[in-house]
């Protein structure tokens, strides 16, 4: 029998689960194809269980959608081929698919009334710690912090020494440390 041949009667049998729903015809296929889709996905790299139970599914999908196959556009080998390449590329996305983040629906929840209070008790004190900062000091640390300038910024924008600024800055954090504590 030649290879032509051979393919002609799985056109034949492919049409006749397609046109009459033959199990006996998809029997066939069945045995020929599901062990070559296995090995198929194994020399893929897919573990031999996962191999075999997309076999079945490839050969499910080759039973309920077999009327979308056209032996005009494609032989079976390559129908039922494409079929399980598809398959196996689900499931590769599907392993690397990260599982989604918890969401949390509605409206935010009600601050609680102690902590805001708590961090305005906590604004005002830091507020009266950096106005008893000696004036260098203050000034520094503002820019620093509110200006969000670096320490070479700062000395470059004041014409001071870098060595004086981060000394200054140091102290004054020094000092607010021991104020806030």
């Not at 029998?1 to 066939?28: G, H, N, P």
């Not at 906590?122 to 000091?137: F, V």
Request: glycine residues 4%.
């Amino acid at each position: 029998m030649s290879e032509k041949a051979s393919e002609t009667d799985w056109a034949a049998l492919l049409v006749a689960v397609r046109d009459r729903q033959d199990k006996a015809a998809f029997a066939a296929l069945f045995q020929h194809f599901a062990p070559r889709v296995k090995g198929f996905l194994m020399k893929s790299g897919t573990e031999a269980g996962l191999a075999e139970e997309c076999a079945q599914e490839v050969m499910a999908t080759l039973w309920t959608k077999a009327q979308l196959y056209d032996p005009a556009r494609a032989s079976v080998a390559t129908w039922v081929f494409t079929i399980a390449r598809n398959r196996r590329i689900d499931i590769a996305r599907k392993a690397r698919r990260p599982e989604p983040e918890a969401l949390d629906w509605g409206p935010d929840s009600e601050p609680d009334q102690a902590d805001l209070y708590e961090t305005a008790q906590e604004t005002a004190r830091l507020t009266a710690a950096l106005s008893d900062l000696p004036e260098k000091q203050r000034a520094l640390i503002q820019r620093a912090f509110y200006g969000d300038l670096s320490h070479s910024e700062i000395a470059a924008e004041t014409g001071l020494p870098l060595g004086t600024i981060k000394s200054r800055i140091r102290l004054a954090l020094d000092r607010l440390r021991q104020t806030m504590t």
